[in-house]
Structure formats: structure tokens, C-alpha cells
């Protein structure tokens, strides 16, 4: 993996938070934060936070009784998330790397993760982290993007990509966000990080966008794709992103438009 394709920098973290959260990142942040207020958890961490949808979840689902820690790699993607956390709410912040956390061992009862694991550039070593962490029987609890086919916005802003730079196009939606669908591999890595009661379900649901604009400045200038699409130079960012977001309307319609969008969520037990 790229070191660009971790870059959430300069406008990004804004453009992701006001963009890209509604309409891809908040449905399953409900949906995990239901699957974790279940589990009744005392002590829940938070990895890979990005600008704090599944914080604000999991605060919302879970109230005063769960102490929550949020950390994140990236420190504007959590100041971010910080700037945005309702007042009054009890959240510990802190930069840490997943791979490496400094935290004690068998201190949580819940760590999770919602489309962090992605971008782990050791996949079992994130993992073994998270179980290190955990109490024993304590749940693992994280979401992963399925196909990109799958996830109809992301899908027709590659193609559109695809046109205007077909020398080499921009794939970081497609290797990175959406490369790590596969259920057998996750599952190999987990039990390979001692986890067990492991269980994949595959949650479908659509996306919603005011116009078609929003997916395409979302994706284009809000994430990491930007990088690649500045570092082609040529018809530059504005431009591609225009491109994007008239394929976008071709296919959705000019107004206010739905796509499908699917991810792996999983369950795993320390």
C-alpha cells in the first residue's frame, strides 16, 4: 500500500466529515454501535476514529456508564472528530497507531473499528493488537468495505477516473477502501491472532446524496484519492472531479440521488 493512500491532510478530513460521513460512514456506525451497547461493555477503545462517526455512535448508543478511548493515526482526523463531538461528552483522545498501542494489556472489553482495518499495512499484526488489549472474552468488533462493485458511488467515480486519466488511472478507491473484501482471508487472520466465535455478516444497505456533486467532491477531494488525482497533473482536480460528477448524474440523475453500498461487519472473541 502506498504510504499516500493514508494522507488524510490539508481539506480532507473537513470534505470526508461533511461529505462522505452521511452518506457512506453514519448508517453502519449505527450499526456497530448497536452491536456494541449488546454487549454492555465498561471499557470500549476505539481505533482508526477518522473524524469520529462511530465515536459519536457508540457515545449516543452506549451513555456515561462505558468509559470510551478514541485514537487515530492521523492527528487532523482527530481533531476533527473532536471539533465535532456534541458538548458534555466524556471521550478520551489520543494519537496511536493500531499497530502499536499503548495501552496495557487485557484493559477493554470492546475494541472497535468501523473501515480502519483496510488500511493496516499488517493486517494480522492489527489484529493481534486488538486481542492483546482485550479482556479475556472480550469482543473485536469492526467493518470492512466489500466489493467496490458493491458500492455503486465509489464504482462509477473510478470508471469516470478511469477516462480521463486511462494511462494510468487512479485506483486508491479500489485497492485500498474497497481491496479488502475477501471473508476467507479475515477470518485466516483472525484465528491466526488467537481470536475465536468469529462471525462475518455481509450488511447491505443504500447511500443517499443530496446531488451528484457530493459523492464526487466527497471521493475526488475528500480522501486520498485527491493525491493521486493531483499527482497526474494534466486536466487537474476540479476538472476530474467534474467529470466524476457528471458520470454521476448520467447514472443517478441530476437531483437527489440513492446507490447501493455493502461491508463486511465482524464479530470476533478474545
Not at 472474552?137 to 455503486?152: A, K, P, Q, V
Not at 464479530?267 to 478474545?270: G, K, P, R, T
Given at each position: 500500500?502506498?504510504?499516500?493512500?493514508?494522507?488524510?491532510?490539508?481539506?480532507?478530513?473537513?470534505?470526508?466529515?461533511?461529505?462522505?460521513?452521511?452518506?457512506?460512514?453514519?448508517?453502519?456506525?449505527?450499526?456497530?454501535?448497536?452491536?456494541?451497547?449488546?454487549?454492555g461493555p465498561r471499557d470500549l477503545l476505539e481505533t482508526a476514529t477518522?473524524?469520529?462517526?462511530?465515536?459519536?455512535?457508540?457515545?449516543?448508543?452506549?451513555?456515561?456508564?462505558?468509559?470510551?478511548?478514541?485514537?487515530?493515526?492521523?492527528?487532523?482526523?482527530?481533531?476533527?472528530?473532536?471539533?465535532?463531538?456534541?458538548?458534555?461528552?466524556?471521550?478520551?483522545?489520543?494519537?496511536?497507531?493500531?499497530?502499536?498501542?499503548?495501552?496495557?494489556?487485557?484493559?477493554?472489553?470492546?475494541?472497535?473499528?468501523?473501515?480502519?482495518?483496510?488500511?493496516?499495512?499488517?493486517?494480522?499484526?492489527?489484529?493481534?493488537?486488538?486481542?492483546?488489549?482485550?479482556?479475556?472474552?472480550?469482543?473485536?468488533?469492526?467493518?470492512?468495505?466489500?466489493?467496490?462493485?458493491?458500492?455503486?458511488?465509489?464504482?462509477?467515480?473510478?470508471?469516470?477516473?478511469?477516462?480521463?486519466?486511462?494511462?494510468?488511472?487512479?485506483?486508491?478507491?479500489?485497492?485500498?477502501?474497497?481491496?479488502?473484501?475477501?471473508?476467507?482471508?479475515?477470518?485466516?487472520?483472525?484465528?491466526?491472532?488467537?481470536?475465536?466465535?468469529?462471525?462475518?455478516?455481509?450488511?447491505?444497505?443504500?447511500?443517499?446524496?443530496?446531488?451528484?456533486?457530493?459523492?464526487?467532491?466527497?471521493?475526488?477531494?475528500?480522501?486520498?484519492?485527491?493525491?493521486?488525482?493531483?499527482?497526474?497533473?494534466?486536466?487537474?482536480?476540479?476538472?476530474?472531479?467534474?467529470?466524476?460528477?457528471?458520470?454521476?448524474?448520467?447514472?443517478?440523475?441530476?437531483?437527489?440521488i440513492e446507490g447501493r453500498i455493502q461491508a463486511l461487519v465482524i464479530?470476533?472473541?478474545?
Open positions: 500500500m502506498p504510504a499516500s493512500d493514508k494522507e488524510f491532510v490539508g481539506s480532507i478530513p473537513e470534505l470526508y466529515d461533511r461529505l462522505l460521513v452521511p452518506m457512506i460512514f453514519e448508517p453502519y456506525a449505527r450499526d456497530l454501535a448497536q452491536r456494541a451497547k449488546v454487549l477518522g473524524t469520529g462517526a462511530v465515536t459519536r455512535a457508540l457515545a449516543s448508543a452506549l451513555g456515561s456508564d462505558t468509559r470510551i478511548v478514541a485514537t487515530d493515526l492521523n492527528e487532523p482526523m482527530l481533531e476533527r472528530a473532536k471539533s465535532q463531538m456534541p458538548g458534555g461528552t466524556a471521550i478520551t483522545w489520543r494519537q496511536a497507531d493500531a499497530l502499536n498501542l499503548p495501552f496495557d494489556n487485557a484493559s477493554f472489553d470492546v475494541v472497535a473499528c468501523q473501515f480502519g482495518a483496510m488500511f493496516f499495512p499488517d493486517k494480522p499484526k492489527g489484529y493481534s493488537e486488538a486481542r492483546r488489549v482485550l479482556k479475556p472474552g472480550g469482543r473485536f468488533l469492526f467493518s470492512m468495505w466489500g466489493r467496490i462493485e458493491d458500492n455503486e458511488f465509489a464504482d462509477v467515480v473510478t470508471q469516470a477516473l478511469a477516462e480521463v486519466f486511462p494511462a494510468d488511472p487512479p485506483r486508491f478507491l479500489a485497492r485500498t477502501p474497497y481491496g479488502h473484501y475477501a471473508a476467507d482471508p479475515i477470518r485466516a487472520d483472525l484465528a491466526a491472532a488467537g481470536f475465536s466465535k468469529i462471525e462475518i455478516d455481509d450488511v447491505q444497505l443504500q447511500s443517499r446524496a443530496n446531488a451528484p456533486h457530493d459523492p464526487a467532491i466527497g471521493f475526488c477531494q475528500g480522501s486520498p484519492l485527491r493525491g493521486e488525482i493531483e499527482a497526474r497533473g494534466g486536466v487537474g482536480l476540479d476538472a476530474a472531479t467534474e467529470h466524476a460528477a457528471s458520470a454521476l448524474a448520467r447514472r443517478f440523475g441530476s437531483g437527489a464479530s470476533a472473541v478474545a
